[in-house]
């Protein structure tokens, strides 16, 4: 029996969304708002690849042991979360840059952006938490037919809604 399969359902958590510092709470947010929407669980961290290593790599295996399938990082700056987080998991690592400083988060995406080889970090547009949480739920969703039902869902509701803008703009009935 794996150890997944040996912690409580209390304890599991499908996907771990960490961030450099308090400060990018707000940004990062809808990554957790989308995977809940999703009815995945999800644990919020604050931990540092540069400030906190022992501890963001000890959180990482920790994770990896209570079943997470994924990870999304956000971080500023050097933007060296996903990438440390990467070299303590074969799980998927998605990167989400924080805008800030005089670059205004060019500097962070193109950090996580550009991982070396074997180490990848799949990255979302600068302040794209939302869009990694999305895409963490169209990863689990290849082993879930559930989640692939909801991630199916989610969408259609966006295509509706899009749909409805457009018959308003022309000037017709919602469909």
Known sequence: MSDERDQGDGDRIDVAVMMGSKSDLETMRPASRALEALGLKVEMRVLSAHRTPDETAAFVKEAVRRGVKAFICGAGGAAHLAGAVAA??????????????????????????????????????????????????????LGDAAVAARVEAERQARRKKVLESDAEVRGERKP
């Not at 670059?103 to 070396?116: E, I, N, R, V, Y």
């Open 88 to 141: 303590h998991t074969t799980r998927p690592v998605i990167g989400v840059p924080i805008a800030g400083g005089s670059l205004g988060g060019l500097d962070a995406l193109l950090s996580t952006a550009q991982m070396p080889p074997g180490m990848p970090v799949a990255t979302v547009a600068v302040g794209g938490a939302e869009n990694a949480g999305l895409l963490a739920g169209q990863i689990i969703a």
